[in-house]
């Protein structure tokens, strides 16, 4: 009997430990985190553009033309950072229209959001009001949270352009979620 008792309680615990993964897209900026892991992770894609691809457009009009999901913040803060760094990097003049360019850069953001995942051990609460989703108490678990801002261009004059590779950033924060505190693990402090 009192291995019974015993096997059902460890059994009991077991289901009440639940080693969990889960993953969050988001576009929703609120907060100072997600907009700062954002806009560095369109920073260090903008600092990937290749030098040996994009020497050519010095002295050059460029039409600039950008795609996304949809127009956002986002979206006009990444056009600006791409625009600055075509004229200051690389050289080029911007232009308004394509009748009046040399080159024609078309560009595609496949991604310009955050996204965060957690997996560990962790005893789920179900929903409680006032929490907002699904509450939990965290054993251990790896909370990561990345800003991810990926792109491809075509350029050249149009009928000849050439795709460039898949450009991709990721900034991240992570933080270790224990049941009574978050340790962070990674910051975003940044030096100029």
């Given at each position: 009997?009192?291995?019974?008792?015993?096997?059902?309680?460890?059994?009991?615990?077991?289901?009440?430990?639940?080693?969990?993964?889960?993953?969050?897209?988001?576009?929703?900026?609120?907060?100072?985190?997600?907009?700062?892991?954002?806009?560095?992770?369109?920073?260090?894609?903008?600092?990937?553009?290749?030098?040996?691809?994009?020497?050519?457009?010095?002295?050059?009009?460029?039409?600039?033309?950008?795609?996304?999901?949809?127009?956002?913040?986002?979206?006009?803060?990444?056009?600006?950072?791409?625009?600055?760094?075509?004229?200051?990097?690389?050289?080029?003049?911007?232009?308004?229209?394509?009748?009046e360019a040399d080159q024609i850069m078309t560009v595609f953001y496949n991604s310009l959001a955050t996204d965060q995942s957690d997996f560990g051990f962790s005893i789920p609460l179900g929903f409680i009001p006032g929490t907002g989703a699904n509450a939990k108490i965290n054993i251990i678990t790896l909370e990561k949270y990345h800003g991810i801002a990926e792109m491809y261009y075509?350029?050249?004059?149009?009928?000849?352009?050439?795709?460039?590779?898949?450009?991709?950033?990721?900034?991240?924060?992570?933080?270790?979620?224990?049941?009574?505190?978050?340790?962070?693990?990674?910051?975003?402090?940044?030096?100029?």
């Open positions: 009997m009192r291995s019974l008792c015993s096997l059902l309680l460890s059994v009991l615990i077991a289901l009440s430990l639940v080693g969990c993964s889960t993953r969050q897209l988001t576009d929703n900026l609120e907060g100072s985190t997600a907009q700062r892991l954002v806009t560095h992770s369109v920073d260090d894609l903008i600092g990937k553009l290749p030098q040996e691809h994009l020497s050519g457009l010095r002295g050059q009009r460029v039409y600039l033309e950008t795609h996304f999901l949809h127009t956002s913040g986002v979206k006009n803060y990444a056009d600006k950072r791409l625009a600055l760094a075509l004229q200051r990097r690389f050289g080029a003049q911007l232009v308004d229209s394509e009748a075509f350029l050249g004059p149009t009928g000849v352009e050439h795709r460039s590779a898949t450009l991709q950033a990721v900034v991240r924060t992570d933080a270790l979620g224990l049941p009574l505190i978050t340790i962070p693990i990674s910051n975003l402090k940044r030096e100029e």
